[in-house]
Structures are given as structure tokens and as C-alpha cells.
């Protein structure tokens, strides 16, 4: 069904704000809506769910970045983001997009964010 694409990690300073975006030009618009969209970090050896919209329009997020991340997905465009906000040197990681349907789960590449002073 085709692998998404992550775009907009880099380096920030502790405190401010990225916007990482997650693109699925393969999919065809109606796998796009019925899938759930997640982004997942990997700073050792385990990848944690950090946000997570499902296809009927809730959203769910790890204790952890509650209150500083928002995933927002806009669906005619085929396209998932992850606002991060308040950013802290332990959010650096590598960000991942993945789009799940039943057991089925395509990974995207990674983008790399990190949080330094």
C-alpha cells in the first residue's frame, strides 16, 4: 500500500516547538480514512507509541508528551502531523509514522529530532 514519509525533524533547543509531517501519496484516499495513524520514537532499544489517531476521530497520546503533542491528520490531503511542543531533551529521538489497518502496520523511515542546548 506504499511506506509513508516523515519530514521535519532537526535540532531545537529545549523549550521550543517542532512540526513533524507524515505524507501517504501511494494510498489510495479511502485506505488513507479507514487506517489508524500513530507516530512512535526510538531513542534505545524499544520504539514507544507517542500519539495515535484512529479512524473514527479519537486521539491518544503517551503520559509522557500529554499536554506538549497534538497529532492532527487531514485526510484529503493524505497527511498525518505531530505538533510537539515544550519540547524537552528527552523527547530526542527518532520519529516514526506508521499506518495501521487490522494486524497489518507499514513503517515509515524515521526523522530524527533532537532536543539541545
Known amino acids: 500500500q506504499g511506506q509513508p514519509v516523515e519530514s521535519g525533524g532537526g535540532l531545537v533547543q529545549p523549550g521550543g516547538s517542532l512540526r513533524l509531517s507524515c505524507a501517504a501519496p501511494r494510498i489510495i484516499l479511502s485506505v488513507f480514512r479507514i487506517s489508524d495513524w500513530s507516530w512512535y520514537r526510538q531513542a534505545g532499544k524499544e520504539r514507544e507509541l507517542v500519539a495515535i489517531s484512529t479512524s473514527d476521530g479519537r486521539t491518544n497520546y503517551a503520559d509522557s508528551v500529554k499536554g506538549r503533542f497534538a497529532i492532527s491528520r487531514d485526510n484529503a490531503r493524505k497527511k498525518v502531523y505531530l505538533q510537539m511542543n515544550s519540547l524537552k531533551p528527552e523527547d530526542t529521538a527518532v520519529y516514526y509514522c506508521?499506518?495501521?489497518?487490522?494486524?497489518?502496520?507499514?513503517w515509515g523511515q524515521g526523522t530524527q529530532v533532537t532536543v539541545s542546548s
Open positions: 506508521a499506518r495501521q489497518e487490522g494486524s497489518s502496520i507499514d
